[in-house]
């Protein structure tokens, strides 16, 4: 069982919303309330990249520069989750999101490797 799990993938059309979530599953015994969290995404034959993090407060947020704007971080520590609020989609954000938790509980990184705890991501296909 992985540590983190993804929900709120799907199919949208450009200009279109969605809403991302990732949960701890109990399987680390970690709720990660102190944990930096972030979001990656990688689509088809491309590195993984950072598109969001935010600290274990929340205060804290770093975005990847192709964001512009568009997508919103958040958390909520009593429910043990993460979101990530995508508006204005594009195409070119068709990738597989995935949730993850850093080892760091302030400092927001953006490389993968700062990372140590996975979800097993959920589908993202913006599309007319």
């Known amino acids: 069982q992985v540590p983190l799990v993804e929900s709120g993938g799907g199919l949208v059309q450009p200009g279109g919303s969605l809403t991302l979530s990732c949960t701890a599953s109990?399987?680390?015994?970690?709720?990660?309330?102190?944990?930096?969290m972030g979001w990656f995404r990688q689509a088809p034959g491309r590195e993984r990249e950072f598109v969001a993090g935010?600290?274990?407060?929340?205060?804290?947020?770093l975005y990847g520069d192709f964001v512009e704007g568009r997508f919103t971080i958040s958390r909520d520590n009593e429910k043990n989750m993460v979101f990530l609020q995508m508006n204005s989609l594009k195409p070119e954000d068709t990738a597989l999101y995935f949730c993850?938790?850093?080892?760091?509980?302030?400092?927001?990184?953006?490389?993968?490797?700062?990372?140590?705890?996975w979800g097993q991501g959920t589908q993202v296909t913006v599309t007319s």
């Open positions: 993850a938790a850093s080892y760091y509980s302030d400092h927001v990184p953006q490389r993968r490797n700062e990372y140590t705890y």
């Open positions: 109990g399987a680390s015994g970690n709720t990660f309330r102190d944990n930096t």
């Open positions: 935010l600290n274990w407060s929340g205060i804290w947020t």
